[in-house]
């Protein structure tokens, strides 16, 4: 697999997309952690417009940012990239967990009303549609879903992340549709991780709230399945 040709194609994909242009993302196309966020601040056509030449810059693409403490997202993106790795930064005065994983978002507009809207559910949709045709959005071993209600993995919304990254609960749901506990870890209320795998367990997806303040043991938790899938995922190519 082609990891560059693949991120080149998907690029490509996003800025010949019109009304309107995709939001792309950025970070490292080639790390094995993809984090799909809800929204950007800004979806402009001209930051998207930028978030593509960065992308298409593979010199700068995943270098450390200055820190805005402001972005709170990114405080626990960089948290979670730490823990799961067991390393602090080699840049303390900035961020440098792109350099461990590639982050988009699962909504193009920004919102204040989160997915009620028509254009916004039409639209996030639409984004998982793409997603679900893209070969380098499918190429991750993990994909973090910290978009909370933007998608939704039951029969009455079509089990939008098994039908989206091919996966499945990691047990069966029960007969109402709801997914049973061993795969959810819940902490508090506004506090919860799902997890999943597709069936060669080759891919994990977690789905879990907005990454902007969540709890230590939380973050401990998720990093350490995501740490033991790809360590299983090094074994399993070991064996082959």
């Known amino acids: 697999m082609n990891r560059e040709k693949l991120f080149e194609e998907f690029i490509n994909e996003c800025e010949n997309e019109k009304e ?22 800004d979806t402009s056509e001209a930051l998207i417009r930028d978030k593509i030449r960065l992308c298409r810059d593979k010199k700068n693409r995943d270098a450390p940012r200055d820190i805005n403490p402001q972005n709170k997202t990114w405080v626990y993106y960089q948290r979670l990239l730490d823990e799961i790795f067991h390393r602090k930064s080699d840049c303390p005065d900035k961020w440098d967990f792109e350099k461990f994983a590639f982050t988009t978002e699962m909504n193009n507009i920004p919102s204040k009303h989160s997915c009620f809207k028509k254009e916004i559910k039409d ?106 899938h790809l360590q299983s995922l090094v074994y399993l190519i070991a064996k082959e």
Request: contains cysteine; neutral net charge; proline residues 4%.
């Open 20 to 41: 309107p242009l995709t939001f792309c993302g950025q970070g490292n196309p080639n790390a094995n952690i993809l984090i799909i966020g809800k929204e950007s601040t």
């Open 123 to 228: 639209g996030i949709n639409k984004r998982l549609e793409f997603f679900k045709d893209s070969e380098f959005i499918q190429s991750f071993p993990v994909v973090i879903l910290a978009c909370s209600d933007y998608i939704k993995n039951d029969e009455k919304n079509g089990y939008q992340n098994n039908n989206t990254f091919g996966v499945e609960f990691d047990n069966e749901p029960n007969n109402d549709g709801s997914p049973k506990g061993e795969h959810k870890k819940e902490y508090s209320k506004g506090f919860w991780f799902y997890t999943h795998h597709s069936k060669d367990k080759q891919k994990l997806v977690i789905h879990t709230v907005q990454l902007s303040q969540i709890q230590d043991k939380m973050i401990k938790d998720m990093a350490t399945v995501i740490r033991e």
